[in-house]
T-cell receptor, first 117, second 111 residues
Framework: DAGVTQSPTHLIKTRGQQVTLRCSPK?????VSWYQQALGQGPQFIFQ???????QRGNFPDRFSGHQFPNYSSELNVNALLLGDSALYLC????????????????FGPGTRLTVT | TQLLEQSPQFLSIQEGENLTVYCNSS?????LQWYRQEPGEGPVLLVT?????EVKKLKRLTFQFGDARKDSSLHITAAQPGDTGLYLC???????????FGQGTRLTINP
């Protein structure tokens, strides 16, 4: 059973550049959430995608955008990178049951370590 | 302002000792999860608690959800070096889809 996969594992960018991170959810899951984890902190919710639409968004600027594809995989895009965007970016997948009830568990991928210089 | 407060933030104890980590909030959660995270890796789900007062055991780990569903604790009995890691609690607020995380407890078990 394939778990959540993310690519790339590490990335180094310079200020002002744009970056795209990718995520494939766990088999059978249809919902993808993205989190940012700064060093020494807990993950912070960026947004969640279900049925190819953004369902909910955290307190992140419009520079952070995303997309979900018909196969449930997802991308996180960050424009005009700032030094403060350096973090571990985590993707988590989950499953919405019939009737729209969202199961409680989210399963995380290994993350993408983004360094902005 | 941290919605979920974990304590302690750092804990270093000897192998064989017992410990408890706390996760507190003024908000009510529909469920609460505990994760363990190794350096450079994603959090790994340990347990989900849903019902107020619920207690779940995972070998030497005991998880409890507060009666009012505002707090939770993780108790480890006879800690081992393999228990070393970052322990994160995360709550799902009623009606929301996102998880709100605590800042984590970094646990070190010394042989």
């Amino acid at each position: 059973d394939a778990g959540v996969t993310q690519s790339p594992t590490h990335l180094i960018k310079t200020r002002g550049q744009q970056v795209t991170l990718r995520c494939s959810p766990k088999s059978g899951h249809d919902t993808v959430s993205w989190y940012q984890q700064a060093l020494g902190q807990g993950p912070q919710f960026i947004f969640q995608y279900y049925e190819e639409e953004e369902r909910q968004r955290g307190n992140f600027p419009d520079r952070f955008s995303g997309h979900q594809f018909p196969n449930y995989s997802s991308e996180l895009n960050v424009n005009a990178l700032l030094l403060g965007d350096s973090a571990l970016y985590l993707c988590a997948s989950s499953f919405v049951r019939a009737g729209g009830s969202w199961l409680h568990e989210q399963y995380f991928g290994p993350g993408t370590r983004l360094t902005v210089t | 302002t941290q919605l979920l407060e974990q304590s302690p933030q750092f804990l270093s104890i000897q192998e064989g000792e017992n410990l408890t980590v706390y996760c507190n909030s003024s908000s009510v959660f529909s469920s609460l999860q505990w994760y363990r995270q190794e350096p450079g890796e994603g959090p790994v789900l340990l347990v989900t608690v849903v019902t107020g007062g619920e207690v779940k055991k995972l070998k030497r780990l005991t998880f409890q959800f507060g009666d009012a569903r505002k707090d939770s604790s993780l108790h480890i009995t006879a800690a081992q070096p393999g228990d070393t890691g970052l322990y994160l609690c995360a709550g799902r607020i009623q009606g929301a889809q996102k998880l709100v995380f605590g800042q984590g407890t970094r646990l070190t078990i010394n042989p």
